[in-house]
């Protein structure tokens, strides 16, 4: 809990970062709030684990993941989704990134999970770079197709059903 003033700034630069390379990731006006609830709640939660790099007394990333499960139509298998990893970028290529997966790779290996999961931006070379220096190979592929006239500020109330936030 010490570190989670710091950890939600590192995470406020990450959601910037990724508005920045697609407007879709634009961060919601109230994220830092809901990422100030939920963050107590991950700590506690056995199925999750953050881990933070420190630079001089300085927190300057984290990587934070959840175990993970395949619907049931498939076959059962114990998983890790990574959710985030950040880092500042004065402090990348300095194999920061590297020691937090390894100690994320630990924490996969104690559970005995069979793979490590995790998406990324398309538009995020740095990233894709990264992971593919890391032995992540895709699996798959999501496309969009946006649509005019949907998702704006003209929506009606019924058009919103189900789409309201409540938390991550």
């Known amino acids: 809990m010490a570190d989670q003033e710091a950890v939600g700034d590192l995470w406020t630069r990450l959601l910037e970062e990724q508005g920045t390379l697609d407007d879709?990731?634009?961060m919601a006006e109230n994220a830092?709030?809901?990422?100030?609830?939920?963050?107590?709640?991950?700590?506690d939660d056995e199925t999750r684990r953050m881990y933070v790099?420190?630079?001089g007394g300085e927190i300057v990333g984290f990587i934070s993941a959840r175990r993970w499960g395949p619907?049931?139509?498939?076959?059962?298998?114990?998983?890790?989704?990574?959710?985030?990893l950040y880092v500042q970028p004065s402090h990348r290529r300095q194999g920061l990134?590297?020691?937090?997966?390894?100690?994320?790779?630990t924490w996969t290996d104690?559970?005995?999970?069979?793979?490590?999961?995790?998406?990324?931006?398309?538009?995020?070379?740095?990233a894709r770079a990264f992971w593919t220096s890391q032995d992540a190979r895709p699996l798959t592929m999501t496309y969009?197709?946006?649509?005019?006239?949907?998702?704006?500020?003209?929506?009606?109330?019924?058009?919103?059903?189900?789409?309201?936030?409540?938390?991550?």
């Open 53 to 55: 790099a420190e630079v």
């Open 24 to 26: 879709r990731f634009a």
């Open 97 to 105: 990134g590297t020691q937090l997966l390894n100690a994320l790779r």
């Open 144 to 168: 969009t197709l946006e649509r005019e006239g949907f998702g704006g500020d003209e929506e009606d109330e019924e058009s919103k059903e189900g789409s309201k936030k409540i938390g991550f």
């Open 71 to 84: 619907p049931p139509i498939y076959e059962e298998s114990s998983e890790v989704y990574l959710d985030e």
């Open 32 to 43: 830092r709030e809901r990422w100030e609830n939920d963050f107590p709640l991950w700590l």
């Open 110 to 126: 104690r559970l005995g999970a069979r793979r490590l999961r995790l998406s990324v931006l398309f538009a995020n070379e740095a």
